[in-house]
Nanobody, 124 residues
Framework: QVQLVESGGGLVQAGGSLRLSCAAS????????MGWFRQAPGKEREFVAR????????TYADSVKGRFAISRDNEQNSGFLQMGRLKPEDTAVYYC?????????????????WGQGTQVTVSS
């Protein structure tokens, strides 16, 4: 089992930066893919970024490519999402997720473990 807790959300002006953290419990976190998703009011949950167990393979949604960076520290059982050049359309609840096994793609159904989410609001 893996439990995830996000932190670091808040209110920021457009063009600003935030760093989200995801603290994981469970010995197997380091062997799983980790993903970040977001959900805005009235919209479906959408993929933001994913990272493999070693941190050497990452994937980003086109909407955040070049602005966001995903990383992880397996020794600390933690994951991170560094967000820069934020836009009002980035406003959403952000969730970290972990895969059930050693592989996961970009759909929410590929992930079995979810945090409670952290709100990010970008003002114009």
């Amino acid at each position: 089992q893996v439990q995830l807790v996000e932190s670091g959300g808040g209110l920021v002006q457009a063009g600003g930066s935030l760093r989200l953290s995801c603290a994981a419990s469970g010995r197997t976190f380091s062997s799983r893919w980790m993903g970040w998703f977001r959900q805005a009011p009235g919209k479906e949950r959408e993929f933001v970024a994913r990272i493999n167990w070693s941190g050497r393979s990452t994937t980003y949604a086109d909407s955040v490519k070049g602005r966001f960076a995903i990383s992880r520290d397996n020794e600390q059982n933690s994951g991170f999402l560094q967000m820069g050049r934020l836009k009002p359309e980035d406003t959403a609840v952000y969730y970290c997720a972990a895969s059930p096994g050693i592989m996961a793609n970009t759909k929410p159904g590929d992930y079995s473990y979810w945090g409670q989410g952290t709100q990010v609001t970008v003002s114009s």
